[in-house]
């Protein structure tokens, strides 16, 4: 097998993280809600942890499901209490830090659970399967249709909820259909990518687009093709270099974003 046959999986997940993820992104950022993706990945981690704990194998479907009943969870509880008045950024902390400290003590009881910790930090990119591939380009694809129709609304809702509410639009009703999908989304990612790879798929293209772009269709594609050259080179250069894959496609958008902020400071 090739070298390129053998990294195409991994190149096409990275394109495919990057659009979905992006447009996420610049919701995530709009509602300064920035942690929210990191609280619910570790939700997810913590259902397959469990299910990891019960006797099942990490990539079953039984583990997909306890991972992405966990993650709905977690996103009835944040739209349930975004119209209390109890700060949205310490809430998301407070859920992380507990599911992570729930996964640590129940992963202590696993064999192996040390590895299995790490699995869910920086994920396996680079061993995705085509099965996988197609599973999360029809998920995706599903969720564009919906974003589709309702991302004018969903686009009110994350810039000004208040407006949003004035236009008379069902907020809660909009924000869980947003908190589902993105569960959705986080669940089946951290699957292939890992808690970390997500997270910097889901922020660093739409932060840096959101610099130099304005609409969301401009931010969206300019943050697609950002993420998906970053997340690529990134795995060439582990690759190449021998390192772990995830943390040195996390380092890499650590590199793109800096050199983005210079670019946007000199442009002043």
Same mark, same amino acid.
């Given at each position: ?70 993650? !709905?969870?977690? +996103? %009835? ?5 975004? &119209?209390?008045?109890? #700060?949205?950024? =310490? $809430? ?62 969903? !686009?009110?809702? +994350? %810039? ?5 509410? &004035?236009?008379?639009? #069902?907020?809660? =009703? $909009? ?81 793109? $974003? ?11």
């Amino acid at each position: 097998m090739s070298l390129f046959l053998f990294l195409l999986p991994a190149f096409v997940a990275c394109i495919l993280f990057a659009g979905i993820h992006t447009y996420l992104g610049v919701h995530v950022i709009s509602r300064g809600i920035i942690f929210i993706d990191l609280a619910l990945a570790q939700l997810a981690a913590l259902g397959m942890t469990v299910a990891v704990f019960l006797g099942y194998e990490v990539n079953t479907w039984t583990a997909y499901f306890f991972a992405l009943s966990f993650a !709905l969870l977690g +996103s %009835l509880f944040f739209t349930f209490f975004r &119209g209390i008045k109890i #700060h949205q950024e =310490a $809430l998301i902390g407070v859920v992380f830090a507990i599911s992570t400290a729930l996964s640590i003590l129940i992963a202590d009881k696993i064999p192996h659970g040390g590895e299995h910790l790490k699995y869910i930090l920086n994920g396996s990119i680079l061993w995705v399967s085509w099965p996988q591939i197609v599973k999360v380009f029809l998920i995706y694809s599903g969720l564009g249709v919906v974003y589709s129709i309702f991302g004018n609304q969903l !686009l009110a809702v +994350s %810039l000004n909820v208040h407006e949003a509410k &004035g236009q008379g639009l #069902h907020v809660k =009703a $909009l924000d869980l259909l947003f908190y589902a999908t993105f569960s959705l989304v986080i669940t089946n990612s951290v699957q292939m990518g890992g808690i970390l790879l997500v997270f910097s798929f889901l922020i660093v293209p739409a932060l840096t687009s959101m610099m130099f772009a304005q609409g969301l269709f401009q931010r969206v594609l300019l943050g697609w093709l950002i993420g998906a050259m970053t997340g690529i080179g990134g795995i060439l250069f582990s690759y190449a270099a021998d390192l772990p894959t995830g943390a040195t496609v996390v380092a890499s958008f650590g590199g793109t $974003l800096a050199v983005a902020t210079i670019v946007k400071s000199r442009m002043r």
